[in-house]
């Protein structure tokens, strides 16, 4: 079993930047997608960003969060980060970490049912 760790969150001022790290416990080389999601109060699950890690170039964002938010994966392949930039409250959420053996695409990625592995997420809170 894969084990994957979110870290990072906190509190920040509207228009600032945090780092979100997830980190697996051993390297993914069977994974060929992973990706961020989020649950505000109230509200559904819903995909933030993914990767496919097949080249770690090929990138799905939510439309919301275009030119804000990066997504990237350490050349340790242990690791996944989301940049997330110029901050505002509309972001504030739980964010997880989700991670797949097999499913990535621009109409799959942001499905949470197809996700395998996922971490018990960290807090970002934007006032």
């Known amino acids: 079993h894969v084990q994957l760790v979110e870290s990072g969150g906190g509190s920040v001022q509207a228009g600032g930047s945090l780092k979100l790290t997830c980190a697996a416990s051993?390297?993914?080389?069977?994974?060929?997608?992973m990706g961020w999601f989020r649950q505000a109060p109230g509200k559904e699950r819903e995909g933030v960003a993914a990767?496919?890690?097949?080249?770690?170039?090929?990138?799905y964002y939510a439309d919301s969060v275009k030119g804000r938010f990066t997504i990237s994966r350490g050349n340790d392949r242990n690791t996944l980060y989301l940049q997330m930039d110029r901050l505002n409250p509309d972001h504030t959420a739980m964010y997880y970490c989700?991670?797949?053996?097999?499913?990535?695409?621009?109409?799959?990625?942001?499905?949470?049912?197809?996700?395998?592995?996922w971490g018990h997420g960290t807090q970002v809170t934007v006032s």
């Open positions: 989700a991670a797949d053996r097999a499913h990535c695409g621009d109409r799959l990625w942001q499905r949470t049912e197809l996700y395998t592995f």
């Open positions: 051993r390297p993914l080389n069977r994974i060929t997608c």
């Open positions: 990767i496919y890690t097949g080249d770690s170039r090929t990138v």
